[in-house]
């Protein structure tokens, strides 16, 4: 474990239930592409799993990235609230260079700030390594099943090593690399979040084991979201706010549950929610 990180990120990171109301992030969509296909995702808009559909983010170079945390940190009133540099879409952050070189660019100017990203785990493994190069702070992992037959009913297809996967074969591949990802990021001392997206009648029953596994592997926070109706699992409801609640509240004594999140564009900056500013829409 890197001495300090833990405390570093528990102060300062807001996505991780500290300080939600004065520190704040800055997300940079430099990452196009994914490597699966989740049926609640529309990819005409950012990655479902972290942030909010319905907006597309205008897609950055790492050098536009570096670029736009320079007007962030030069502007008073962000530069007081941004605590975070995080890349979470609008695809899957570790399945483009793009992101490793936006947070070298970034890192080598703003040291002092919390490097972050959030990933659907297919290839963390694989990247775990260069991932140590950027010296990255905090990871989230959106983890919805632990079932391989239930991950089927959640993701059409999984590309791995140029291999293409599809039901139960490419949800057991996703599942059993997003455990060992968490594993494997705990060990090399990042704060890890797991993002899970309650899909009423279709994952209802892996949220416990989820919650367990992902303690037993190291895991630092738990943050159920709930499903965004769209594209194949348009016709599902979305989950009550009281029954999130309960949900969250039934394994609260298994991993801390973050209640803060608000499905944030994957452009986002600013605080949480509050004086968040769109970027790169002009
Ligand atoms: Fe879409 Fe994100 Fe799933 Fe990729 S990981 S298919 S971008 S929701
Ligand atoms: Fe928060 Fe995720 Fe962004 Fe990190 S990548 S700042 S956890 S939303
Ligand atoms: Fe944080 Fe949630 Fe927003 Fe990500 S989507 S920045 S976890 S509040």
């Known amino acids: 474990m890197r001495a300090g990180n833990r405390e570093r990120v528990v102060h300062g990171h807001p996505c991780f239930g500290a300080n939600r109301h004065r520190n704040g992030r800055i997300h940079l969509?430099?990452?196009?592409?994914?490597?699966?296909?989740?049926?609640?995702?529309?990819?005409?808009?950012?990655?479902?799993?972290?942030?909010?559909?319905?907006v597309a983010s205008r897609l950055l170079t790492?050098?536009?990235?570096?670029?736009q945390v320079r007007s962030a940190m030069a502007d008073p009133a962000l530069s007081s609230v941004i605590k975070v540099v995080g890349i979470a879409g609008p695809g899957d952050p570790l399945a483009n260079e793009e992101s490793f070189e936006t947070f070298r660019l970034v890192k080598a100017e703003f040291p002092e700030l919390i490097f972050c990203l959030s990933t659907n785990g297919l290839v963390l493994r694989d990247r775990i390594a260069d991932l140590a190069t950027v010296d990255l702070h905090s990871i989230t992992i959106t983890i919805n099943a632990v079932d391989a037959e239930v991950g089927a009913k959640i993701y059409k297809e999984v590309r791995y090593r140029g291999q293409r996967y599809c039901g139960e074969e490419g949800a057991a591949i996703l599942i059993h690399n997003q455990f060992e990802g968490v594993r494997l990021a705990a060990e090399q001392g990042l704060l890890v979040k797991v993002n899970t997206v309650l899909i009423p009648g279709i994952n209802d029953s892996q949220i416990s084991p989820i919650a367990e596994k992902v303690r037993e592997s190291g895991g630092y926070v738990m943050n159920?979201?709930?499903?965004?109706?769209?594209?194949?699992?348009?016709?599902?409801?979305?989950?009550?706010?009281?029954?999130?609640?309960?949900?969250?509240?039934?394994?609260?004594?298994?991993?801390?549950?973050?209640?803060?999140?608000?499905?944030?564009?994957?452009?986002?900056?600013?605080?949480?929610?509050?004086?968040?500013?769109?970027?790169?829409?002009?």
Do not use: W
Not at 48 to 54: C, H, I, T
């Open 29 to 54: 969509a430099v990452a196009a592409r994914c490597n699966i296909a989740c049926r609640y995702c529309d990819r005409r808009h950012d990655c479902a799993n972290e942030s909010r559909p319905g």
């Open 62 to 67: 790492p050098k536009e990235g570096l670029e």
């Open 224 to 282: 159920v979201m709930p499903i965004i109706p769209q594209a194949e699992l348009a016709g599902v409801d979305r989950p009550t706010q009281q029954y999130l609640e309960s949900v969250r509240s039934a394994h609260e004594g298994i991993i801390a549950q973050f209640r803060g999140c608000q499905q944030c564009r994957a452009d986002a900056i600013g605080l949480i929610g509050g004086c968040t500013v769109e970027a790169g829409n002009g």
